[in-house]
C-alpha cells in the first residue's frame, strides 16, 4: 500500500507542516528548541525525533508505528550538507542548475524532486506559480544551418551595476549555441563581428532570424512591418552572402531565443561569480575556452535530420564585406569627408587625380577606413594614423560615425548623408 494512503487528510496536513518546521530548522533557519514550540511538542519529543532522523534518514516525517520507513530515507547530515550549500554557495542558482552542481561538483545523488521539496520546504526556495496558457512552439527547422537566431540580452551579467548586453547566435534546429560574448551594447560592428566567427569556423548558412533593432533592418514606421528594399549595413553583408534575413514581430516569435536567454540569465551570472570573474575581458574569455561547450553539453538537442546545411565559404573579401560602408565624392584637394572627419588620398599610379570620383569607404571591424577606386585600394588609414586628420571640430557631436547614419539611409545610395547624431 502507498505510503500516503495510510494517513488521513488531517494527518497528512499536519504531517506536511512538521515536515517545513524540521527543514527550517536543519537550514538553521530556526532553533530545534524553537522547532519543538512551533509544532507544539515538548523538548523531549524533539530530541528523540531528531535521533531518530539521525539513526534512520530525513524523508519527510511518517510515524513508524504506520508501516515501514520510506526506501527513500536521507541521512541528516546530508539533508543539513544540502541545505547549506544552497545557503551559502549556491543561494542565487535555479533548482535545476543546483542539482546539477549538488551531483556533478559534490557527488551528491538526490532526486531532483527531493532537493526542490526540501528547499522549498525550508523557505530558501519561493514556489512556483501555476503555468499560464499552453502555446504550441513553432517546429524546429530539421537541420543544423537552415536557421540561425542572433539576439542580445541587456543584463547585469558581473553580479555589480553594470549592464552589458549578452550576443547569441543558436541554431533552430539543435539550439547549438555558435558564438555569445559580453559586449557594451548590440550594435551593426558587433552584431557583424559575431556573425564574421560564425561564418568562419562553421560556415555559410540558409537564414537568419532576428528582432527588428535598427541594425537589422529599417521599419519606416514604428510598429509596422520592415521596408526589405532599404538594406542596413547587416542587410547588405547578408546579401552578398546570400543569407536570407527574417524579422520576427513580437517576443513570443522569438520563442526559441527568449527561452535561451532565461536559462543564460539563470546561470551565466552565477556561474561568473563562482569563477571569481568580475571583468569583461575575463568573462569573455570563460565564455569562449570554457562555457559555451558546457552550456551546449547540456541543451543541444539532436537534428531531426542527419546532414547539415552549412557550407563552406569559399569568399576571401569578408574583411571588406564586414565593413560599414558609404559612398563620397573627392573633393578638388584629393581629400575625403564625413561629417567631422576627412581623410587626404595619395596620387595614384593609374590616374593624376580622383577628384570628382564617387567612391566607396569602408570602415573596418578593428577601426581601420579603407578607400577603394574600383578594383584599386587607393587608401588606408588606421584608427592612430597621422594622415588622417579632422576638421571643424566644434561639429564632432553630429554624424561622426560612419555606423551612426547607416541605418537611416539605402546603401546604395551615391548621395547618401549621414545625418544621425552620434
Known sequence: MDESQQYSAAEMERMMKIQEVLLRAMAKKITWWQAAEIIGVTDRTMRRWRERIEEQGYSGLSDGRKGKPS????????AERVLGLYQERYYDLNMQHFHE???????IELSYAWVQKALQGAGLVVKRHKRGAHRRRRPRRPLAG???HIDGSKHRWLNDGRWYDLIVILDDATSEIYYAQLVEEESTRT??????????????FCALYSDRGSHFFVTPKAGEKVDKQRLTQVGRAMKELGVQMIAAYSPQARGRSERSFGTWQGRLPQELRLAKISAVEEANRFLRDRYIAVFNAKFTVAAQEKGTAFRRCSRTDLDWVFTIQTERVVAKDNTVAIAARSWQLDKSRFRHTLAGSTVPIHEHLDGSVSMRYGPHVVGRFHSDDSTRKTANPERRGKGGSMEAGENQQQVSSV???????V
Open 146 to 148: 537552415m536557421l540561425l
Open 191 to 204: 552584431v557583424m563581428t559575431a556573425l564574421r566567427q560564425v561564418i568562419e569556423k562553421q560556415g555559410l
Open 101 to 107: 552542481k549538488l551531483r556533478e561538483e559534490h557527488g
Open 71 to 78: 526506501p527513500r530515507r536521507v541521512p541528516l547530515a546530508t
Open 415 to 421: 548621395s547618401e548623408t549621414v545625418t544621425q547624431t
